[in-house]
């Protein structure tokens, strides 16, 4: 789909497994993420966002752990469903500052049935 | 409450010619932010507007323009089309800034094709 790049990385995982998606930020100031959700022909949709002040927030079935320490995020996805099937972004900005938001390359989740 | 839509969805324009994309954000958000996504380059920042202004720009040539009206909906405009310019353009709305609500929000994008 429009979503993917030619050489995304892909995680492949078994239907009702948990998911984890990596993403390493750009910007040590950096101190709110988003984390997106693309499917093949449509934009990207808001899946769970955390500030800086915070290092794990939980919404339904997704988790996102924050370390700032080595500027690392993480989406953990609980009982991965086909639904589930996607590109996945992280998105990196300063609250302080400006609306321009940083997006990482995007990981490939593929749910084997 | 409906969503950011964006038209027309797809778009084949042939080189040198240029084109306009139209975006409205969700109702009550007044930041509008557009995006260009390639497979080659991923999802790059184009502008933000904010009460009809651009306050950002990203790294992109002056062939690609845009505005904000009134009521917060927004154009984008490109140039002299090139082959390159081939990609989805997504716009983003975000609720007003300075009240710490950042949350973006993104339309289904228009697939411009350039021939």
């Known amino acids: 789909g429009e979503s993917v790049g030619l050489h995304l990385p892909t995680l492949s995982v078994q239907e009702g497994d948990n998911s984890i998606i990596n993403c390493a930020y750009s910007?040590?100031?950096?101190?709110?993420f988003i984390w997106y959700k693309q499917e093949s022909g449509k934009g990207p949709q808001f899946i769970i966002d955390?500030?800086?002040?915070?290092d794990k927030r939980q919404g339904q079935r997704v988790t996102v752990l924050l370390n700032k320490t080595v500027k690392h995020l993480s989406l953990q996805i609980a009982a991965t469903q086909p639904g589930d099937s996607a590109v996945y972004f992280c998105a990196e900005n300063i609250l302080s500052g400006t609306y321009k938001y940083i997006f990482g390359t995007g990981t490939r989740l593929k749910v084997l049935a | 409450k409906a969503g950011v839509t964006q038209t027309p969805r797809y778009l084949i324009k042939t080189r040198g010619q240029q084109v306009t994309l139209s975006c409205s954000p969700i109702s009550g958000h007044r930041s509008v932010s557009w995006y260009q996504q390639t497979p080659g380059q991923g999802l790059q920042f184009l502008f933000e507007?904010?009460?009809?202004?651009?306050?950002n720009k990203g790294n992109f040539p002056g062939r690609f323009s845009g505005r904000q009206f009134s009521n917060s909906r927004s154009e984008m405009n490109v140039s002299t089309l090139e082959l390159g310019d081939s990609a989805l353009y997504l716009c983003a709305s975000t609720m007003l800034p300075g009240q710490g609500v950042r949350e973006q929000f993104f339309g289904p994008g228009t697939r411009l094709t350039v021939l």
């Open positions: 910007n040590s100031a950096s101190d709110y």
């Open positions: 955390i500030r800086s002040n915070m």
């Open positions: 507007y904010f009460s009809e202004t651009q306050r």
